[in-house]
């Protein structure tokens, strides 16, 4: 099939690089550049300072002016601030005017016309010149490659990917940069940073024939246009603002039309998103009940401390021990939930900043990862659903890239992507055509609605039987896909043009990466563009590792930066389709907020999930963790990272910290003694000092480099820059060894230079996808996903609140992602083993929170869920016990309580009231329901004892002896009847200890009532106390007792066996060690009557 694209495989390291079904017409177009801030006078773009930052005219409202306008303003204008109309303060590095004198501003005379600073997007300009040779002054072939590209044999070239765009009419010297004739080819390195050389005459920059030198001034013709275009901005603007008010039921007046700000002020300055604090109705009382439990709590350890069982002191002891390990996990999960709050976007807001009627939309692109593994446990048409619904988002196409990682190098899944690029080119616009929703062909026409509301186009029903006949046949293609690929071939697996595929040996094979969308050849059925898809595999060697899933995330953002580098990247399961096709907007709603979206490293969405029975047996859902402890975070620093469904932004992925707020600054010492400078004085030394040395720090990458204008004069310098060198160093260790990926770092706002060459982007691509790149660098251990856990997470979120940065909670109305889950009891509990595992791992790793990053920027109650986090495994093993000592107290006669008094009675009764108040509660402002919280409790117990304690054996085993555990994947199949797969069973050893204690209860209650009725009236009181145990741990497993009866009510033999087992050795225990009967034997008295 021809999708319009080709197959590139190859090893950096071996020097290998390979065109694999080649097609001289398909080609790929390089994304351009996105643009920063842009001046709100002449739309030109806002210059970096020297300490990173964006230049900034105005500290009172931060109204986006270049330093040109803003010093036009201050020398010839009002000298205020278009805004808010404060004057503008003289700045380091700008002209006095009049006026100045009365401020007592710090001179800074000395550097006063220091213009050294570069822009990382001129770093990265001049770092992609030195590696790629593009751009100035480089020559090009037949085929649009520079000549000089690099020293590789001519064998390696390959072929152009992009239709050249470049105009053959403008030679060499009309390039910017000029390069000195008589350094020709034999020069040393030519650096495009300005340097004056009085030997060699500079000649002038060329210009366009069509304009004089005379349009370059402030005071020329193409200023004025400039203002006049700010002028009809501002005017569009303000027919934004009288539209809404229309709409709102607001009337103008003439006044207020005539009011300049009044744009600025409405439209500009609204929020995109808002806070929303749960009613004091609800969070008052619950948090006044947690004070009272906290307090009963005590009360409740003060009386079990100072009254211990002296007849049965290590059952005592033991409940004790459990009991206080249970208190401290209560407070560990309770107080994080302290301040909940629930969020609202404002989708018409984004709209009207970044998307103007007539002009290019404005907002920023993202990338979409999606990652697979094992086609045949991750069934294809399910990865091909969700590629489907991220290829039809309501977002710009020329905005959004998908790139699907297939870590198992499976010829199966490369198929099935082939065949989805082609029915993507018949769904995509249906979608659009008529809004649907979801856009999943599976979930969409198996939904049992009314698919007829809201439709009004004639055509709909027509086209939608169409597409349904469409997408059926396209099912059939991918099933005969999956069972071809059951039986493989001896000689591995063969390409269409009989090349072997590269992936034969999976562990074994070079980097792939093959392009089915995005290119100028390759468009939907009506003509319109589609977005980027992007096949990528990465390179596997025997000998290296390559850290499972998170590996494999590091090398998506490796290509992706390299290929499209958007600012902001979105990764999901291959099972997580997207159910909201505006859930990119919801998260570019707090990514894109001008006030608040700076410090945001990424917005975690819900997981929700489809195909699950209608009571939820195991709390597959999770719906307490989603909509009770996560909301509570998003009230601290946020939520935690949950591994899928959630939106990143890629500055933060590389590990630098969140930008600082700037505080407002502090009294000065004109209304303090003097003394009080005595000692305040050498604070503020070291504090200056410190932030010295910050501004050295940020100055180091760019220091020699002078400023933008200088380098489009054309000036050479023959030596390299030794600072330069020693930050590109730097940032190679931290990075790796890939110029492009170091330059693409640098652009904060994202993008792809303009005049890379596609062919040197697809060789680094390849290198970045090695298995060696990650070598003597910080991946993995400071950028992306950080390895050292299988829950790679949990970690990767907690580096970045480490960091400084929070992170957004979004529950759009309209779920924005779906999923399956596995909903038999064996998948079930392996999901939750590997969880848990991760956690254990986590706490025995440097990266543990309980000791590492303080001093960064983690808030404590934060920290209080991270630990939680990574402790709740260890609960498995009082849980254990305390679920064993009701069998125990019930065949032994014992307890673990004395002989409860009206005070004891009155304290237990109180902590029972307030757990139950405190859920409560906690359902009424998270809008869970009961039996959701009851499910949730019941599997707590079920998983605590059976896969957390797995769990916990396996991360001793793994740290202590170094035995490695592999994890299952989770299956992931199709449903092929109404909750079928709830009632398979597969055999796992996780069933034996839950089964176990079951039966230990059961018997318990058995001999505790036997004994009670042989006993007699008075042994009952007692015995209830006992049976209340009992039964609480009997209910709590009872889910797993329908999990192991099944759909046909029996028990499997070998669980039986186990189990009965088990429970032999331990009541044959109990029999030895306190029979019913008297060790001395029976008790005889002489009979009273005379039976002679």
Same mark, same amino acid.
């Given at each position: 099939?021809?999708?319009?694209?080709?197959?590139?495989?190859?090893?950096?390291?071996?020097?290998?690089?390979?065109?694999?079904?080649?097609?001289?017409?398909?080609?790929?177009?390089?994304?351009?550049?996105?643009?920063?801030?842009?001046?709100?006078?002449?739309?030109?773009?806002?210059?970096?300072?020297?300490?990173?930052?964006?230049?900034?005219?105005?500290?009172?409202?931060?109204?986006?002016?270049?330093?040109?306008?803003?010093?036009?303003?201050?020398?010839?204008?009002?000298?205020?601030?278009?805004?808010?109309?404060? @004057?503008?303060?003289?700045?380091?590095?700008?002209?006095?005017?009049?006026?100045?004198?009365?401020?007592?501003?710090?001179?800074?005379?000395?550097?006063?016309?220091? &213009?050294?600073?570069?822009?990382?997007?001129?770093?990265?300009?001049?770092?992609?010149?030195?590696?790629?040779?593009?751009?100035?002054?480089?020559?090009?072939?037949?085929?649009?490659?520079?000549?000089?590209?690099?020293?590789?044999?001519?064998?390696?070239?390959?072929?152009?990917?992009?239709?050249?765009?470049?105009?053959?009419?403008?030679?060499?010297?009309?390039?910017?940069?000029?390069?000195?004739?008589?350094?020709?080819?034999?020069?040393?390195?030519?650096?495009?940073?300005?340097?004056?050389?009085?030997?060699?005459?500079?000649?002038?920059?060329?210009?366009?024939?069509?304009?004089?030198?005379?349009?370059?001034?402030?005071?020329?013709?193409?200023?004025?246009?400039?203002?006049?275009? %700010?002028?009809?901005?501002?005017?569009?603007?303000?027919?934004?603002?009288?539209?809404?008010?229309?709409?709102?039921?607001?009337?103008?007046?003439?006044?207020?039309?005539?009011?300049?700000?009044?744009?600025?002020?409405?439209?500009?300055?609204?929020?995109?998103?808002?806070?929303?604090?749960?009613?004091?109705?609800?969070?008052?009382?619950?948090?006044?009940?947690?004070?009272?439990?906290?307090?009963?709590?005590?009360?409740?350890?003060?009386?079990?401390?100072?009254?211990?069982?002296?007849?049965?002191?290590?059952?005592?002891?033991?409940?004790?021990?459990?009991?206080?390990?249970?208190?401290?996990?209560?407070?560990?999960?309770?107080?994080?939930?302290?301040?909940?709050?629930?969020?609202?976007?404002?989708?018409?807001?984004?709209?009207?900043?970044?998307?103007?009627?007539?002009?290019?939309?404005?907002?920023?692109?993202?990338?979409?990862?999606?990652?697979?593994?094992?086609?045949?446990?991750?069934?294809?048409?399910?990865?091909?659903?969700?590629?489907?619904?991220?290829?039809?988002?309501?977002?710009?196409?020329?905005?959004?890239?998908?790139?699907?990682?297939?870590?198992?190098?499976?010829?199966?899944?490369?198929?099935?992507?082939?065949?989805?690029?082609?029915?993507?080119?018949?769904?995509?616009?249906?979608?659009?055509?008529?809004?649907?929703?979801?856009?999943?062909?599976? %979930?969409?026409?198996?939904?049992?609605?009314?698919?007829?509301?809201?439709?009004?186009?004639?055509?709909?029903? @027509?086209?939608?039987?169409?597409?349904?006949?469409?997408?059926?046949?396209?099912?059939?293609?991918?099933?005969?896909?999956?069972?071809?690929?059951?039986?493989?071939?001896?000689?591995?697996?063969?390409?269409?043009?009989?090349?072997?595929?590269?992936?034969?040996?999976?562990?074994?094979?070079?980097?792939?990466?093959?392009? &089915?969308?995005?290119?100028?050849?390759?468009?939907?059925?009506?003509?319109?563009?589609?977005?980027?898809?992007?096949?990528?595999?990465?390179?596997?060697?025997?000998?290296?590792?390559?850290?499972?899933?998170?590996?494999?995330?590091?090398?998506?953002?490796?290509?992706?930066?390299?290929?499209?580098?958007?600012?902001?990247?979105?990764?999901?399961?291959?099972?997580?389709?997207?159910?909201?096709?505006?859930?990119?907007?919801?998260?570019?709603?707090?990514?894109?907020?001008?006030?608040?979206?700076?410090?945001?490293?990424?917005?975690?969405?819900?997981?929700?999930?489809?195909?699950?029975?209608?009571?939820?047996?195991?709390?597959?859902?999770?719906?307490?963790?989603?909509?009770?402890?996560?909301?509570?975070?998003?009230?601290?620093?946020?939520?935690?990272?949950?591994?899928?469904?959630?939106?990143?932004?890629?500055?933060?992925?590389?590990?630098?910290?969140?930008?600082?707020?700037?505080?407002?600054?502090?009294?000065?010492?004109?209304?303090?003694?003097?003394?009080?400078?005595?000692?305040?004085?050498?604070?503020?030394?070291?504090?200056?000092?410190?932030?010295?040395?910050?501004?050295?720090?940020?100055?180091?990458?760019?220091?020699?480099?002078?400023?933008?204008?200088?380098?489009?004069?054309?000036?050479?310098?023959?030596?390299?820059?030794?600072?330069?060198?020693?930050?590109?160093?730097?940032?190679?260790?931290?990075?790796?060894?890939?110029?492009?990926?170091?330059?693409?770092?640098?652009?904060?706002?994202?993008?792809?230079?303009?005049?890379?060459?596609?062919?040197?982007?697809?060789?680094?691509?390849?290198?970045?996808?090695?298995?060696?790149?990650?070598?003597?660098?910080?991946?993995?251990?400071?950028?992306?996903?950080?390895?050292?856990?299988?829950?790679?997470?949990?970690?990767?979120?907690?580096?970045?609140?480490?960091?400084?940065?929070?992170?957004?909670?979004?529950?759009?109305?309209?779920?924005?992602?779906?999923?399956?889950?596995?909903?038999?009891?064996?998948?079930?509990?392996?999901?939750?083993?590997?969880?848990?595992?991760?956690?254990?791992?986590?706490?025995?790793?440097?990266?543990?929170?309980?000791?590492?990053?303080?001093?960064?920027?983690?808030?404590?109650?934060?920290?209080?869920?991270?630990?939680?986090?990574?402790?709740?495994?260890?609960?498995?093993?009082?849980?254990?016990?305390?679920?064993?000592?009701?069998?125990?107290?019930?065949?032994?006669?014992?307890?673990?309580?004395?002989?409860?008094?009206?005070?004891?009675?009155?304290?237990?009764?109180?902590?029972?009231?307030?757990?139950?108040?405190?859920?409560?509660?906690?359902?009424?402002?998270?809008?869970?329901?009961?039996?959701?919280?009851?499910?949730?409790?019941?599997? %707590?117990?079920?998983?605590?004892?059976?896969?957390?304690?797995?769990?916990?054996?396996?991360?001793?085993?793994?740290?202590?002896?170094?035995?490695?555990?592999?994890?299952?994947?989770?299956?992931?199949?199709?449903?092929?009847?109404?909750?079928?797969?709830?009632?398979?069973?597969?055999?796992?050893?996780?069933?034996?200890?839950?089964?176990?204690?079951?039966?230990?209860?059961?018997?318990?209650?058995?001999?505790?009532?036997?004994?009670?009725?042989?006993?007699?009236?008075?042994?009952?009181?007692?015995?209830?106390?006992?049976? &209340?145990?009992?039964? %609480?741990?009997?209910?709590?497993?009872?889910?797993?007792?329908?999990?192991?009866?099944?759909?046909?009510?029996?028990?499997?033999?070998?669980?039986?066996?186990?189990?009965?087992?088990?429970?032999?050795?331990?009541?044959?225990?109990?029999? @030895?060690?306190?029979?019913?009967?008297?060790?001395?034997?029976?008790?005889?008295?002489?009979?009273?009557?005379?039976?002679?």
């Amino acid at each position: 099939m021809n999708t319009g694209g080709r197959l590139i495989a190859g090893s950096h390291n071996r020097n290998e690089f390979v065109l694999i079904n080649a097609d001289e017409n398909a080609r790929i177009r390089s994304v351009q550049e996105l643009s920063g801030q842009v001046c709100q006078i002449c739309g030109d773009e806002i210059e970096i300072t020297v300490d990173g930052e964006p230049f900034v005219a105005c500290n009172e409202c931060a109204f986006p002016v270049c330093r040109p306008c803003y010093e036009y303003e201050r020398r010839e204008g009002t000298q205020a601030c278009p805004q808010c109309r404060t @004057r503008y303060k003289r700045l380091k590095g700008s002209p006095r005017v009049e006026g100045d004198e009365e401020e007592d501003d710090i001179d800074d005379l000395e550097h006063e016309f220091d &213009f050294e600073g570069l822009s990382p997007e001129q770093v990265a300009e001049l770092m992609l010149a030195a590696r790629l040779n593009t751009g100035r002054g480089s020559h090009l072939n037949g085929n649009g490659i520079p000549t000089d590209f690099d020293s590789s044999p001519p064998g390696a070239k390959v072929p152009l990917l992009t239709y050249g765009e470049e105009d053959a009419d403008i030679s060499s010297d009309r390039h910017a940069l000029i390069v000195p004739p008589h350094m020709g080819h034999h020069a040393n390195r030519v650096h495009p940073v300005p340097y004056t050389d009085p030997s060699i005459p500079l000649q002038p920059r060329p210009m366009v024939p069509q304009k004089d030198t005379a349009v370059y001034g402030y005071g020329s013709v193409a200023w004025k246009d400039r203002m006049e275009e %700010w002028k009809r901005r501002q005017s569009d603007k303000l027919q934004v603002v009288k539209h809404e008010g229309e709409n709102d039921g607001g009337s103008f007046d003439g006044n207020e039309l005539d009011d300049p700000d009044l744009p600025m002020m409405d439209e500009g300055r609204q929020p995109l998103s808002r806070k929303l604090p749960i009613p004091s109705s609800k969070i008052s009382p619950y948090r006044l009940v947690i004070i009272v439990r906290l307090a009963v709590v005590g009360l409740f350890f003060h009386y079990r401390i100072l009254h211990p069982v002296k007849d049965a002191y290590a059952l005592w002891l033991t409940s004790v021990i459990c009991e206080i390990w249970f208190a401290v996990s209560w407070i560990l999960d309770q107080f994080p939930k302290w301040c909940p709050i629930e969020r609202e976007t404002y989708l018409d807001r984004l709209s009207l900043r970044y998307e103007k009627e007539g002009k290019p939309s404005e907002l920023a692109s993202v990338d979409v990862f999606v990652s697979t593994v094992d086609p045949l446990k991750e069934p294809p048409l399910i990865t091909a659903n969700t590629v489907l619904s991220i290829l039809a988002v309501d977002y710009p196409v020329e905005k959004v890239a998908c790139y699907v990682s297939d870590d198992g190098a499976a010829m199966l899944t490369f198929e099935a992507l082939s065949e989805t690029a082609e029915f993507a080119r018949k769904w995509v616009p249906f979608c659009k055509k008529f809004n649907i929703e979801p856009r999943a062909p599976e %979930w969409y026409f198996c939904q049992k609605m009314d698919y007829l509301k809201n439709k009004v186009h004639p055509s709909f029903v @027509r086209e939608r039987r169409a597409m349904k006949r469409d997408y059926e046949e396209f099912k059939v293609r991918i099933n005969g896909l999956v069972s071809t690929a059951l039986k493989v071939p001896e000689d591995g697996w063969t390409m269409q043009d009989g090349t072997p595929w590269p992936g034969n040996s999976v562990r074994d094979h070079p980097g792939m990466i093959q392009v &089915f969308l995005g290119q100028s050849g390759v468009r939907d059925v009506e003509g319109n563009e589609l977005p980027r898809l992007v096949y990528v595999s990465r390179e596997k060697r025997p000998g290296f590792e390559h850290h499972k899933k998170a590996g494999a995330m590091n090398a998506l953002v490796r290509v992706s930066a390299v290929l499209s580098n958007a600012p902001y990247l979105l990764n999901v399961d291959c099972d997580h389709y997207i159910n909201n096709s505006k859930a990119l907007r919801e998260a570019m709603c707090f990514m894109m907020d001008p006030t608040s979206g700076k410090k945001v490293c990424y917005v975690q969405f819900p997981q929700r999930f489809d195909g699950i029975d209608r009571h939820d047996r195991y709390s597959n859902r999770n719906v307490v963790f989603f909509d009770i402890n996560m909301k509570g975070l998003d009230g601290l620093q946020g939520p935690i990272y949950v591994g899928t469904g959630c939106v990143f932004r890629r500055h933060a992925l590389y590990g630098y910290d969140a930008p600082v707020t700037k505080k407002p600054p502090g009294k000065t010492c004109n209304c303090w003694p003097k003394w009080c400078c005595l000692f305040c004085g050498s604070r503020k030394k070291k504090s200056l000092k410190a932030k010295d040395n910050k501004k050295s720090k940020n100055r180091e990458t760019s220091k020699q480099i002078h400023a933008l204008e200088n380098i489009e004069q054309g000036i050479v310098v023959s030596k390299p820059v030794k600072s330069t060198e020693q930050s590109q160093t730097k940032l190679e260790k931290r990075f790796g060894q890939s110029p492009v990926f170091i330059a693409a770092t640098l652009l904060e706002n994202g993008g792809v230079p303009r005049n890379a060459s596609p062919a040197s982007l697809l060789r680094e691509a390849i290198q970045v996808i090695s298995c060696g790149y990650e070598d003597k660098s910080d991946w993995g251990k400071e950028v992306g996903w950080i390895y050292g856990s299988v829950t790679e997470d949990i970690l990767t979120g907690f580096k970045m609140h480490c960091h400084g940065w929070r992170s957004v909670y979004c529950i759009p109305k309209r779920p924005a992602f779906k999923g399956s889950a596995p909903i038999n009891l064996s998948d079930r509990l392996h999901q939750v083993l590997r969880w848990a595992l991760g956690s254990v791992e986590i706490f025995f790793s440097k990266h543990c929170p309980i000791w590492y990053g303080y001093g960064g920027g983690l808030k404590w109650l934060e920290r209080f869920s991270y630990i939680n986090s990574v402790v709740y495994p260890w609960t498995s093993l009082p849980l254990l016990v305390y679920c064993t000592l009701p069998a125990i107290c019930l065949l032994t006669g014992k307890f673990i309580v004395p002989e409860i008094s009206n005070y004891a009675s009155i304290v237990f009764m109180a902590l029972f009231i307030s757990i139950a108040v405190t859920s409560i509660l906690e359902m009424q402002w998270g809008g869970v329901g009961l039996d959701d919280l009851w499910r949730n409790e019941q599997f %707590w117990v079920i998983g605590g004892v059976s896969s957390h304690l797995f769990a916990l054996f396996q991360g001793l085993l793994k740290v202590l002896a170094g035995v490695s555990t592999n994890f299952t994947v989770t299956s992931k199949a199709a449903d092929d009847g109404a909750f079928s797969e709830l009632y398979i069973f597969k055999w796992t050893s996780l069933l034996v200890p839950p089964t176990t204690l079951l039966i230990m209860n059961v018997i318990g209650v058995v001999v505790g009532i036997s004994d009670a009725i042989n006993n007699g009236y008075d042994s009952w009181g007692p015995l209830f106390g006992r049976l &209340f145990f009992a039964i %609480w741990v009997i209910v709590h497993l009872y889910p797993f007792l329908k999990g192991l009866l099944g759909k046909q009510n029996k028990m499997p033999t070998i669980i039986l066996v186990w189990s009965i087992l088990l429970s032999s050795i331990l009541t044959l225990l109990w029999v @030895r060690v306190n029979p019913f009967v008297n060790r001395d034997g029976p008790v005889l008295e002489v009979c009273g009557l005379n039976c002679n």
